[in-house]
């Protein structure tokens, strides 16, 4: 099952929908020049990741590949409750989230692909419609370039680049799907300064999120949090989704048939990194996703060829 190729439109779309919840979470902090060279990056190495087409075999780099996948998927699930601010219990919307993505994971990477490229369309308009009502309270004089807001939060433009763990159909490049993550994490940037200045968005987690509870349509406040909320779940449920599948995958490379116990076994085990998640260094995260998920597949690519 997590042998079966999957369609690279799919695929994409699935990452897509994937990296549009950490990118609302976390972009609307960062300058938006800084999540320009972020996008700029990031959209390069996984590029040049995915016309490598290296798929390493070697089991001790499937372990550790396996072991960073757990961790990343503990981080997501710790995050994925931040949009429900009133919530009486925290772990419930992580906790539900790690189990429905587990349940969409074990039978490979071909659910998790329709079921995400279904949510990426439905996400995309809701975000553009979203964007289209922050229009009229940005202030144009805000957008220069600043410095405050923090900068490596950029980095997760390297998401996509998890969709190279798992087999897929060679035909088109997903440039323009880096190009449209690239552009759509300034965006992000750009509407959450330019409506909350940029000293304020540099200091508020969740930036974004504070910008939609503010949006206001003909001069009357709308409340449009439930929206963002529900939005940002989704995106947290593909993102689960594609990390444990990843995950799968690389269970069933050490070993036939350990493909869907080792989605289960992940999914618990981000459940018990979950307490600690939001305390990952972003350095960290950032240096384990280009070494695994770019420079290894690259150099597998180049040692095919080779070959």
Same mark, same amino acid.
Do not use: Y
């Given at each position: 099952?997590?042998?079966?190729?999957?369609?690279? =439109?799919?695929?994409?779309?699935?990452?897509?929908?994937?990296?549009?919840?950490?990118?609302?979470?976390?972009?609307?902090?960062?300058?938006? =020049? /800084?999540?320009?060279?972020?996008?700029? %990056?990031? &959209?390069?190495?996984?590029?040049? #990741?995915?016309?490598?087409?290296?798929?390493?075999?070697?089991?001790?780099?499937?372990?550790?590949?396996?072991?960073?996948?757990?961790?990343?998927?503990? +981080? #997501?699930?710790?995050?994925?409750?931040? *949009?429900?601010?009133?919530?009486?219990?925290?772990?419930?919307?992580?906790?539900?989230?790690?189990?429905? +993505?587990?349940?969409?994971?074990?039978?490979?990477?071909?659910?998790?692909?329709? *079921?995400?490229? !279904? !949510?990426?369309?439905?996400?995309?308009?809701?975000?553009? $419609?979203?964007?289209?009502?922050?229009?009229?309270?940005?202030?144009?004089?805000?957008?220069?370039?600043?410095?405050? &807001?923090?900068?490596?939060?950029?980095?997760?433009?390297? !998401?996509?680049?998890?969709?190279?763990?798992?087999?897929?159909?060679?035909?088109?490049?997903?440039?323009?799907?880096?190009? %449209?993550?690239?552009?759509?994490?300034?965006?992000?940037?750009?509407?959450?300064?330019?409506? $909350?200045?940029? #000293?304020?968005?540099?200091?508020?987690?969740?930036?974004?999120?504070?910008?939609?509870?503010?949006?206001?349509? $003909?001069?009357?406040?709308?409340?449009?949090?439930?929206?963002?909320?529900?939005?940002?779940?989704?995106?947290?449920?593909?993102?689960?989704?594609?990390?444990?599948?990843?995950? &799968?995958?690389?269970?069933?490379?050490? =070993?036939?048939?350990?493909?869907?116990?080792?989605? /289960?076994?992940?999914?618990?085990?981000?459940?018990?990194?979950?307490?600690?998640?939001?305390?990952?260094?972003?350095?960290? $995260?950032?240096?384990? +996703?280009?070494?695994?998920?770019?420079?290894?597949?690259?150099? *597998? &690519?180049?040692?095919?060829?080779?070959?």
């Amino acid at each position: 099952m997590f042998n079966r190729e999957i369609e690279g =439109h799919s695929l994409w779309a699935w990452t897509a929908a994937a990296v549009s919840a950490p990118m609302l979470q976390f972009l609307g902090s960062v300058p938006w =020049h /800084w999540s320009l060279l972020g996008g700029l %990056g990031a &959209g390069a190495l996984w590029l040049l #990741a995915e016309r490598a087409g290296g798929v390493c075999r070697w089991k001790p780099a499937a372990a550790v590949q396996l072991l960073f996948l757990i961790v990343c998927a503990g +981080a #997501a699930a710790a995050w994925s409750g931040a *949009c429900w601010i009133g919530a009486e219990r925290p772990w419930t919307v992580p906790g539900v989230l790690l189990v429905l +993505a587990a349940c969409a994971s074990e039978t490979g990477p071909q659910a998790g692909a329709r *079921c995400g490229a !279904v !949510v990426f369309w439905f996400l995309a308009g809701m975000l553009l $419609l979203l964007c289209a009502f922050a229009l009229p309270d940005v202030k144009w004089a805000w957008l220069a370039p600043a410095e405050e &807001g923090p900068r490596l939060p950029a980095a997760l433009l390297l !998401v996509p680049a998890v969709g190279g763990l798992l087999p897929r159909k060679r035909g088109s490049s997903p440039w323009p799907w880096a190009l %449209g993550l690239g552009l759509g994490g300034v965006a992000v940037s750009l509407l959450t300064v330019g409506a $909350l200045s940029p #000293a304020v968005a540099g200091r508020t987690q969740g930036a974004f999120f504070e910008m939609a509870r503010g949006i206001s349509i $003909l001069g009357v406040a709308e409340r449009f949090e439930a929206v963002v909320a529900a939005a940002m779940t989704l995106g947290w449920f593909c993102l689960l989704s594609l990390l444990l599948t990843a995950a &799968g995958k690389m269970a069933e490379t050490l =070993h036939t048939g350990w493909g869907r116990p080792g989605v /289960w076994l992940s999914a618990l085990g981000a459940a018990a990194l979950m307490p600690w998640g939001r305390e990952a260094p972003p350095w960290l $995260l950032a240096a384990g +996703a280009i070494l695994l998920w770019c420079l290894l597949p690259i150099a *597998c &690519g180049k040692q095919k060829k080779e070959a």
